[in-house]
């Protein structure tokens, strides 16, 4: 029996299909040299490197990571983000564009999601890149892979989506590089040689290339054995990798390597610094969250040189059957960064992760929404605390509340009308 969930998805291609046969036209006649960006975490920040690296020669897919918005970016379109009666516009606007819009950069630098299976294949056998970035690889958007586990054809999550990431390796011309720790993502682009399924040269990367790394809440430094990077933000550890791909990247396409990002805009939600009020030094990850993401913060948090750090940890979501899992495994997670003090937010961290909690003896409170959580802060917190945010459940509107300068709410994730009024429903106002 065919449900009306079958028939949604089913639909989504055959519309992608619709939009991609006409942005093809534009795509051909601009002809770039593709480099693409794909993985669980950490796409968006490796977008953002590159763009202040190659600067105007290549065009960005900021925005459009999925069959639909990719084919929209290519005739200069953005998706759906009011009305729906848009997509009536974009069914008549995509092909009329596509006998006429022509990019003119020499590089396509795009984020390809693989949110759902087979739409990274979908992108892959259309755009071929030369070059294919796969920068990590985790259990992200985990429920949409659920019944290709049930269903016998893979059998685990984690090699269900090994196998949608490795569509894009499969169809890159050149060059993958891959992080060469991730022995899933080793294993499949050995597959992928061994079955000559691409003349495209394989380079490992490591983080271990990294010989010195110091962070602050307001600057980080990597050091590599010839380069030393600087931000003006806290930044992971982990992006260590991109490092790495970012400096290869650059030599590959003969492009000048700067090191200092002093003017660097992070994308919103990706470790942002902001000055609280008070004195709170504030610091916000708050775009998305699944259990990679969160480890690489928690990391961040435990390394970070400052005192009295606050955790606030919203739920994960997308992770279907294997929630309880997740959110437990969260509370370890949270022990090792050794937090002064933990905030959940959301009925997930507040039955699961507090509970793991509790045994490990780590001092947090949990709450069902981000009001309470602002109103604790505003009780408890003096003034020189490190308060990191990491999770959904609009903890930027908690962010919000506690700026010192209200103009910086611009820099805040989801800024659109439609988040607005999800946040103004729940009366986050």
């Not at 794909?38 to 202040?52: C, F, Q």
């Not at 917190?381 to 930027?396: D, N, P, R, V």
Request: charged share 25%.
């Amino acid at each position: 029996m065919i449900t009306i969930a079958k028939l949604k998805k089913r639909f989504y291609f055959v519309a992608a299909a619709y939009f991609r046969f006409f942005a093809n036209f534009a795509f051909r006649r601009w002809h770039p040299r593709v480099i693409a960006i794909t993985g669980s975490v950490g796409k968006t920040t490796m977008l953002n490197l590159i763009e202040y690296e190659f600067g105007d020669k290549a065009h960005y897919s900021h925005d459009a990571n999925s069959a639909f918005g990719i084919a929209f970016d290519m005739v200069g379109l953005r998706g759906i983000t009011g009305s729906k009666l848009r997509w009536l516009y974009l069914i008549f606007a995509v092909p009329i564009r596509s006998i006429f819009y022509c990019r003119k950069e020499k590089f396509y630098i795009v984020e390809i999601d693989g949110e759902r299976p087979h739409e990274t294949e979908f992108l892959a056998k259309w755009l071929k890149p030369e070059i294919t970035l796969w920068i990590s690889l985790g259990l992200s958007h985990a429920v949409q892979f659920e019944h290709q586990v049930e269903s016998g054809t893979f059998e685990s999550l984690d090699k269900a989506i090994t196998h949608e990431f490795a569509m894009l390796p499969q169809y890159t011309t050149k060059k993958i590089f891959i992080d060469g720790d991730v022995p899933l993502m080793l294993k499949a682009t050995e597959k992928i040689k061994k079955k000559n399924l691409t003349k495209a040269e394989v380079v490992k990367c490591f983080k271990s290339e990294l010989t010195s790394y110091s962070l602050c809440p307001d600057h980080t430094e990597f050091k590599f054995k010839d380069t030393t990077f600087r931000f003006y933000a806290p930044i992971p550890r982990d992006v260590s990798i991109q490092l790495v791909m970012l400096e290869r990247l650059c030599h590959e396409m003969n492009v000048p390597l700067k090191t200092d990002f002093v003017n660097l805009i992070l994308p919103p939600g990706r470790n942002s610094y902001f000055v609280g009020k008070n004195g709170l030094k504030l610091i916000d990850s708050s775009y998305n969250a699944h259990l990679i993401s969160m480890q690489s913060i928690l990391k961040m948090t435990k390394e970070l040189k400052t005192k009295h750090k606050w955790l606030i940890i919203g739920d994960i979501v997308d992770q279907g059957s294997i929630e309880e899992q997740e959110h437990t495994k969260l509370a370890d997670l949270i022990a090792e960064a050794k937090p002064e003090q933990v905030l959940l937010v959301g009925r997930r961290t507040k039955r699961w992760t507090a509970a793991r909690l509790k045994k490990l003896e780590v001092n947090y409170v949990a709450f069902d929404g981000p009001k309470q959580a602002l109103a604790y802060i505003k009780q408890h917190a003096t003034g020189k605390e490190t308060l990191i945010f990491k999770g959904s459940q609009y903890l930027e509107w908690v962010i919000e509340k506690l700026l010192l300068n209200p103009a910086d709410a611009e820099l805040l994730p989801r800024r659109e009308p439609a988040a607005q009024k999800r946040r103004e429903r729940r009366g986050l106002n």
